[in-house]
Antibody
Framework: EVQLVESGGGLVQPGGSLRLSCAASGFTFSSYWMHWVRQAPGKGLVWVSRINSDGSSTSYADSVKGRFTISRDNAKNTLYLQMNSLRAEDTAVYYC???????????WGQGTLVTVSS | SYELTQPPSVSVSPGQTARITCSGDALPKKYAYWYQQKSGQAPVLVIYEDSKRPSGIPERFSGSSSGTMATLTISGAQVEDEADYYCYSTDSSGNHRGVFGGGTKLTVL
Protein backbone atom coordinates (compact mmCIF):
# COMPACT_ATOMS: atom_id res chain seq x y z
CA GLU A 1 0.00 0.00 0.00
CA VAL A 2 1.30 3.43 -0.98
CA GLN A 3 1.87 5.62 2.05
CA LEU A 4 3.09 9.20 2.27
CA VAL A 5 3.38 10.68 5.75
CA GLU A 6 4.26 14.36 6.18
CA SER A 7 5.77 15.77 9.36
CA GLY A 8 7.56 18.85 10.63
CA GLY A 9 4.73 21.34 10.55
CA GLY A 10 3.99 23.72 13.39
CA LEU A 11 3.91 27.33 14.52
CA VAL A 12 6.77 29.57 13.40
CA GLN A 13 7.32 33.31 13.55
CA PRO A 14 7.49 35.45 10.41
CA GLY A 15 11.01 35.35 9.02
CA GLY A 16 11.65 31.97 10.56
CA SER A 17 12.50 28.60 9.04
CA LEU A 18 10.99 25.13 9.05
CA ARG A 19 11.85 21.83 7.38
CA LEU A 20 9.08 19.50 6.32
CA SER A 21 9.61 15.79 5.72
CA CYS A 22 7.58 13.23 3.79
CA ALA A 23 8.25 9.57 4.53
CA ALA A 24 7.34 7.25 1.66
CA SER A 25 6.58 3.54 1.73
CA GLY A 26 4.79 0.91 -0.35
CA PHE A 27 6.45 1.84 -3.64
CA THR A 28 9.91 2.31 -5.14
CA PHE A 29 10.53 5.88 -3.99
CA SER A 30 13.65 6.36 -6.10
CA SER A 31 11.66 5.78 -9.31
CA TYR A 32 9.17 8.58 -8.74
CA TRP A 33 9.19 12.34 -9.02
CA MET A 34 7.69 14.10 -6.02
CA HIS A 35 5.71 17.29 -5.41
CA TRP A 36 4.81 19.64 -2.58
CA VAL A 37 1.37 21.25 -2.80
CA ARG A 38 -0.15 23.59 -0.23
CA GLN A 39 -3.62 24.71 0.75
CA ALA A 40 -4.26 27.78 2.87
CA PRO A 41 -7.21 27.50 5.28
CA GLY A 42 -10.46 27.59 3.31
CA LYS A 43 -8.62 28.12 0.01
CA GLY A 44 -7.69 26.05 -3.02
CA LEU A 45 -4.74 23.84 -3.87
CA VAL A 46 -1.54 25.59 -4.91
CA TRP A 47 1.40 23.79 -6.50
CA VAL A 48 4.66 24.64 -4.68
CA SER A 49 7.55 22.55 -6.01
CA ARG A 50 8.64 19.30 -7.62
CA ILE A 51 11.78 17.22 -7.84
CA ASN A 52 12.70 14.48 -10.28
CA SER A 53 13.48 10.92 -9.28
CA ASP A 54 17.23 11.31 -8.70
CA GLY A 55 17.09 14.84 -7.34
CA SER A 56 18.97 16.40 -10.23
CA SER A 57 16.13 18.66 -11.39
CA THR A 58 13.79 20.90 -9.40
CA SER A 59 11.25 23.62 -10.07
CA TYR A 60 9.31 26.08 -7.91
CA ALA A 61 6.30 28.32 -7.93
CA ASP A 62 7.23 31.99 -8.25
CA SER A 63 5.79 32.69 -4.78
CA VAL A 64 8.39 30.48 -3.05
CA LYS A 65 11.37 30.61 -5.40
CA GLY A 66 14.52 31.63 -3.57
CA ARG A 67 12.97 30.91 -0.15
CA PHE A 68 12.05 27.20 -0.33
CA THR A 69 14.27 24.27 -1.30
CA ILE A 70 13.01 20.81 -2.23
CA SER A 71 15.31 17.83 -1.80
CA ARG A 72 15.18 14.07 -1.31
CA ASP A 73 17.14 11.22 0.22
CA ASN A 74 16.40 8.09 -1.79
CA ALA A 75 18.31 5.92 0.69
CA LYS A 76 15.89 7.03 3.42
CA ASN A 77 12.78 7.13 1.17
CA THR A 78 12.20 10.70 2.33
CA LEU A 79 11.28 13.97 0.64
CA TYR A 80 12.05 17.35 2.23
CA LEU A 81 10.99 20.96 1.93
CA GLN A 82 13.25 23.53 3.56
CA MET A 83 11.28 26.73 4.08
CA ASN A 84 13.12 29.94 4.92
CA SER A 85 12.03 33.57 5.32
CA LEU A 86 8.52 32.43 6.09
CA ARG A 87 5.62 34.84 5.69
CA ALA A 88 2.08 34.86 7.01
CA GLU A 89 0.85 33.96 3.53
CA ASP A 90 2.80 30.68 3.70
CA THR A 91 0.34 29.45 6.34
CA ALA A 92 -1.22 26.32 4.89
CA VAL A 93 -1.52 22.57 4.99
CA TYR A 94 1.42 21.18 3.01
CA TYR A 95 0.90 17.94 1.10
CA CYS A 96 3.51 15.75 -0.53
CA UNK A 97 2.48 13.73 -3.56
CA UNK A 98 4.20 11.26 -5.87
CA UNK A 99 4.40 11.48 -9.67
CA UNK A 100 5.63 8.75 -12.01
CA UNK A 101 7.32 10.98 -14.59
CA UNK A 102 6.61 14.66 -14.02
CA UNK A 103 3.13 14.49 -15.53
CA UNK A 104 0.87 14.68 -12.49
CA UNK A 105 0.61 13.82 -8.80
CA UNK A 106 -1.28 10.59 -8.24
CA UNK A 107 -1.10 9.60 -4.55
CA TRP A 108 -1.09 12.23 -1.80
CA GLY A 109 -0.23 12.27 1.87
CA GLN A 110 -2.60 13.62 4.53
CA GLY A 111 -0.70 16.87 4.96
CA THR A 112 1.01 18.81 7.73
CA LEU A 113 -0.09 22.25 8.93
CA VAL A 114 2.33 25.16 8.91
CA THR A 115 1.25 28.33 10.73
CA VAL A 116 3.31 31.49 10.37
CA SER A 117 2.33 33.96 13.05
CA SER A 118 3.82 36.12 15.77
CA SER B 1 2.29 33.03 -14.85
CA TYR B 2 0.08 30.32 -16.30
CA GLU B 3 -3.48 30.04 -14.98
CA LEU B 4 -6.32 27.54 -15.14
CA THR B 5 -9.83 28.94 -14.68
CA GLN B 6 -12.74 27.06 -13.12
CA PRO B 7 -16.23 28.21 -12.06
CA PRO B 8 -16.40 28.65 -8.27
CA SER B 9 -19.50 26.53 -7.88
CA VAL B 10 -21.81 24.08 -9.64
CA SER B 11 -25.05 22.77 -8.21
CA VAL B 12 -27.16 19.81 -9.37
CA SER B 13 -29.89 17.57 -8.00
CA PRO B 14 -29.13 13.90 -7.33
CA GLY B 15 -29.21 11.88 -10.55
CA GLN B 16 -28.53 14.88 -12.77
CA THR B 17 -25.37 15.42 -14.81
CA ALA B 18 -22.77 17.81 -13.42
CA ARG B 19 -20.23 19.43 -15.70
CA ILE B 20 -17.21 21.33 -14.40
CA THR B 21 -15.03 23.23 -16.82
CA CYS B 22 -11.38 24.23 -16.76
CA SER B 23 -9.89 26.66 -19.24
CA GLY B 24 -6.24 27.32 -19.98
CA ASP B 25 -4.23 28.52 -22.95
CA ALA B 26 -1.87 25.51 -22.91
CA LEU B 27 -4.58 22.86 -22.74
CA PRO B 28 -4.50 22.19 -26.51
CA LYS B 29 -0.95 20.89 -25.94
CA LYS B 30 -1.09 19.71 -22.31
CA TYR B 31 -3.21 17.09 -20.59
CA ALA B 32 -5.71 18.01 -17.89
CA TYR B 33 -6.09 16.08 -14.66
CA TRP B 34 -8.92 16.22 -12.14
CA TYR B 35 -8.89 15.79 -8.36
CA GLN B 36 -11.74 15.41 -5.89
CA GLN B 37 -11.27 16.76 -2.39
CA LYS B 38 -13.83 16.13 0.31
CA SER B 39 -13.87 18.22 3.45
CA GLY B 40 -10.86 17.58 5.68
CA GLN B 41 -9.36 14.99 3.33
CA ALA B 42 -6.46 14.81 0.91
CA PRO B 43 -7.18 15.14 -2.81
CA VAL B 44 -7.96 12.02 -4.84
CA LEU B 45 -7.24 11.67 -8.56
CA VAL B 46 -10.45 11.00 -10.52
CA ILE B 47 -9.37 11.65 -14.13
CA TYR B 48 -5.92 11.62 -15.74
CA GLU B 49 -4.70 12.48 -19.26
CA ASP B 50 -7.93 14.33 -20.08
CA SER B 51 -10.24 11.32 -20.06
CA LYS B 52 -8.78 8.25 -18.34
CA ARG B 53 -10.25 6.97 -15.12
CA PRO B 54 -8.03 5.42 -12.41
CA SER B 55 -9.03 2.05 -11.03
CA GLY B 56 -11.60 2.36 -8.28
CA ILE B 57 -13.18 5.56 -9.62
CA PRO B 58 -16.86 5.07 -10.52
CA GLU B 59 -17.81 5.02 -14.20
CA ARG B 60 -20.04 8.05 -13.73
CA PHE B 61 -16.87 10.18 -13.71
CA SER B 62 -15.60 11.07 -17.18
CA GLY B 63 -13.42 13.71 -18.75
CA SER B 64 -12.93 15.38 -22.09
CA SER B 65 -10.89 18.17 -23.59
CA SER B 66 -11.31 20.36 -26.64
CA GLY B 67 -9.20 23.35 -27.53
CA THR B 68 -8.50 25.45 -24.45
CA MET B 69 -11.17 23.83 -22.29
CA ALA B 70 -11.26 20.57 -20.33
CA THR B 71 -14.46 19.25 -18.79
CA LEU B 72 -15.16 16.88 -15.92
CA THR B 73 -18.57 15.23 -16.23
CA ILE B 74 -20.33 13.36 -13.44
CA SER B 75 -23.27 11.49 -14.96
CA GLY B 76 -25.97 10.77 -12.43
CA ALA B 77 -24.32 12.68 -9.60
CA GLN B 78 -24.69 11.19 -6.13
CA VAL B 79 -24.87 12.97 -2.79
CA GLU B 80 -21.46 11.46 -1.96
CA ASP B 81 -19.95 13.28 -4.96
CA GLU B 82 -20.38 16.61 -3.19
CA ALA B 83 -16.83 17.93 -2.89
CA ASP B 84 -14.34 20.42 -4.26
CA TYR B 85 -12.92 19.56 -7.67
CA TYR B 86 -9.62 20.86 -9.02
CA CYS B 87 -8.13 20.65 -12.49
CA TYR B 88 -4.36 20.41 -12.83
CA SER B 89 -1.92 20.75 -15.67
CA THR B 90 1.63 21.89 -16.35
CA ASP B 91 2.80 25.06 -18.00
CA SER B 92 4.53 25.09 -21.37
CA SER B 93 7.91 26.16 -19.98
CA GLY B 94 9.33 22.65 -20.31
CA ASN B 95 10.25 22.71 -16.62
CA HIS B 96 7.28 20.64 -15.39
CA ARG B 97 5.86 23.47 -13.29
CA GLY B 98 2.44 22.51 -12.08
CA VAL B 99 -0.66 24.63 -11.82
CA PHE B 100 -4.08 24.03 -10.28
CA GLY B 101 -7.34 25.66 -11.15
CA GLY B 102 -9.04 27.64 -8.41
CA GLY B 103 -11.40 24.79 -7.61
CA THR B 104 -15.13 24.22 -8.06
CA LYS B 105 -17.47 23.42 -5.19
CA LEU B 106 -19.98 20.81 -6.37
CA THR B 107 -23.22 20.78 -4.43
CA VAL B 108 -25.57 17.82 -4.90
CA LEU B 109 -28.96 18.36 -3.28
Amino acid sequence: EVQLVESGGGLVQPGGSLRLSCAASGFTFSSYWMHWVRQAPGKGLVWVSRINSDGSSTSYADSVKGRFTISRDNAKNTLYLQMNSLRAEDTAVYYCARDIDGSYPDYWGQGTLVTVSS
Amino acid sequence: SYELTQPPSVSVSPGQTARITCSGDALPKKYAYWYQQKSGQAPVLVIYEDSKRPSGIPERFSGSSSGTMATLTISGAQVEDEADYYCYSTDSSGNHRGVFGGGTKLTVL
